[in-house]
């Protein structure tokens, strides 16, 4: 069974700029959720889809963050424009329903300069 | 407010020993995740698991859920082990959302 995909996986930016990430999650899996990572912290979510709506947006910066999974399955994420304080590892999860084990990507490491 | 804490923050062991790193909540979780991340950002599931033991290889994790406790052995600790682990738990009350340890640094020397 193959994982969860990402890519890019790292990506170095100017503040300003714009940056975007996909995800492809495990086959089947309904719940897809993009984390942040800032160095030394762990893990924050920043929004959950179940198949392509959103459960959980609650803590994405909005003005500057945007997600979608448009057929329920892949997802990108978006942040235009970037600030310095975004550089972290961007990390894709899926998992079966709702409160399953979640199986998570490799991440994109995002540098802000 | 519910949290999730782990100890120790930074364990540093020899290789063959047996290492213990544990994780502490607050009341009403419906599950707990134990997670290995390496250098380099991705994040592996080592288990998942509401009460009792798991056991995978030389990994085992126990969950007391009156003494709102879990932890996580390692066996034969071997410098691949080397990682930061983390404890996650699902508070009932935040739904579906999973709340995060700071995470444990182990670092397995030969």
């Known amino acids: 069974e193959a994982g969860v995909a990402q890519s890019p996986r790292y990506k170095i930016i100017e503040k300003r700029q714009s940056v975007a990430f996909w995800c492809n999650p495990i086959?089947?899996?309904?719940?897809l959720y993009w984390y942040q990572q800032i160095l030394g912290q762990g893990p924050k979510l920043l929004i959950q889809?179940?198949?392509?709506?959103?459960?959980?947006d609650s803590q994405l910066p909005k003005d500057r963050f945007s997600a979608e999974r448009l057929k329920g399955v892949d997802s990108t994420l978006k942040i235009q424009p970037a600030k310095l304080e975004d550089s972290a590892v961007y990390l894709c999860?899926?998992?079966?329903?709702?409160?399953?084990?979640?199986?998570f990507g490799p991440g994109t490491r995002l540098t802000v300069t | 407010k519910n949290e999730v804490e782990q100890s120790p923050q930074n364990l540093t062991a020899q290789e063959g020993e047996f290492i213990t790193i544990n994780c502490s909540y607050s009341?009403?979780?419906?599950?707990l995740h134990w997670l290995q991340q390496h250098p380099g950002g991705g994040i592996v599931s080592l288990f998942m698991?509401?009460?009792g033991k798991k056991k995978h290889g030389r990994l085992i994790a126990t969950i007391n859920i009156q003494e709102k406790h879990s932890s996580l052995h390692i066996t034969a600790s071997h410098p691949r082990d080397s990682a930061v682990y983390i404890c996650?738990?699902?508070?009932?009350?935040?739904?579906?959302?999973?709340?995060f340890g700071a995470g444990t640094i182990l670092r397995v020397k030969s």
């Open positions: 086959s089947g899996h309904a719940t």
């Open positions: 698991l509401s009460s």
């Open positions: 889809f179940q198949n392509n709506g959103v459960v959980d």
């Open positions: 996650a738990v699902y508070y009932m009350e935040y739904g579906n959302k999973l709340v």
């Open positions: 009341v009403g979780i419906s599950a």
């Open positions: 999860a899926s998992s079966s329903r709702d409160r399953a084990e979640q199986y």
